[in-house]
């Protein structure tokens, strides 16, 4: 259950903008209600190098997280606390509703709810009321931002809604189930088979290491489980097209590759195919230690306009945060990054781990891809 909110600000009258009581009991009575669950916390997405409400939230108990949330225009930082928390941080617990109403309140009470208020009501309100401007905090992201600690996922989205992005990507959950953690024991046991990931140079068309644009280990050997993996691939295909809106192909094979990414690892904006080569669909399947050691790593990836006899990325983009025994599907002419990841630890154990793999369509006279560019 999905137990993350982002309380919005108190929007009030004119005559009302300086009532701190008023404000302080509408939001207090949120607080309350989310606060019967002792799991329930509140979130909101800060831009980065915000000095005030930085300061604010972090004086009010809020933790920053290294999560990052992408916009076209700006990146956003998850900071999050317990729903109790903010209440005891805030003082309301301390004070019943009538009083606030009344402003019976302290003046300690008074200037951090009046600071913590106005805050967020100005932070945020670029979003709602000015046109081609950066807000300094937006609502929180239902599925395109971070997962909570421990890989606990955040929401899915809303009944009913078609999400924009779906024509470039699909996702489905719980795609391995128990065997999941067969291939994390698989992935554990064979540690020291991992390479350096690779990316084709242009000039050679050879697979080399280069760590300005991948850092991360590879492993081209799924074992046993790599049969019940492409089987089960090949059960999700023809829904995976349809959702898609890609047309049918015949199919040749289906290329598969473990990558661990470890702290500090990303890559750069790239793609795995285009007309010149077979790769039709690219896959990244998450999976990882419970409870989740690592945060970022978030997959970012773009939709595509074919311009003359090339794709180009367009502006409409969606950013995915790792979930565990979740796949993800688009086509390989999409260019796609992977954000850095963050391991603590820095021991293997605790990295991303993904399969990652190219789906080829069966065509005369075409090669292969570019062979080591993974997700």
């Excluded at 670029?126 to 905090?137: D, G, R």
């Excluded at 069966?362 to 993974?374: A, D, F, M, Q």
Aim: charged residues 25%.
């Amino acid at each position: 259950m999905d137990e993350s909110y982002a309380i919005s600000p108190v929007y009030v009258t004119d005559e009302d903008a300086t009532n701190v009581g008023l404000i302080s009991a509408l939001y207090k009575e949120v607080l309350e209600s989310i606060a019967t669950s002792p799991n329930a916390e509140v979130n909101y997405l800060v831009a980065e190098g915000s000095v005030l409400a930085h300061h604010v939230l972090e004086s009010r108990g809020f933790k920053k997280y290294e999560d990052v949330f992408l916009t076209e225009n700006a990146r956003y930082f998850t900071y999050r606390i317990g729903a109790c928390e903010l209440l005891c941080q805030l003082g309301l617990d301390k004070i019943d509703t009538p009083d606030l109403l009344a402003h019976q309140l302290s003046s300690e009470i008074l200037e951090a709810n009046a600071l913590f208020h106005q805050t967020l009501y100005f932070g945020s309100r670029a979003e709602w009321m000015l046109f081609n401007s950066i807000p300094e905090i937006i609502r929180l992201v239902r599925g395109g931002h971070a997962s909570k600690p421990g890989g606990v996922p955040s929401g899915t989205g809303r009944w009913g809604v078609v999400d924009p992005a779906e024509r470039f990507v699909v996702t489905l959950e719980n795609f391995l189930g128990d065997a999941r953690q067969q291939l994390f024991e698989h992935v554990l046991k064979h540690k020291a088979d991992f390479k350096l990931g690779t990316v084709i140079d242009r000039e050679s068309e050879k697979a080399v290491v280069n760590e300005r644009l991948r850092r991360s280990k590879t492993l081209d050997n799924l074992g046993g489980l790599e049969k019940l993996f492409t089987e089960h691939l090949k059960e999700v295909l023809s829904s995976v097209l349809t959702r898609l809106d890609h047309p049918a192909f015949p199919l040749r094979d289906i290329e598969i590759q473990i990558t661990a990414s470890g702290d500090g690892d990303y890559f750069r904006m790239h793609k795995d195919g285009g007309d010149d080569d077979t790769r039709e669909l690219s896959f990244v399947y998450f999976f990882h230690q419970e409870p989740r050691r690592f945060s970022g790593g978030e997959f970012r990836i773009f939709d595509a306009q074919k311009v003359e006899d090339e794709y180009v990325p367009t502006d409409l983009s969606q950013t995915l945060s790792p979930r565990q025994d979740m796949i993800v599907f688009f086509p390989s002419v999409n260019e796609h990054e992977i954000l850095p990841v963050r391991v603590p630890s820095r021991t293997f154990e605790d990295s991303r781990f993904t399969v990652n793999g190219w789906i080829h369509r069966k065509t005369e006279g075409k090669t292969s891809g570019c062979g080591h560019c993974s997700s």
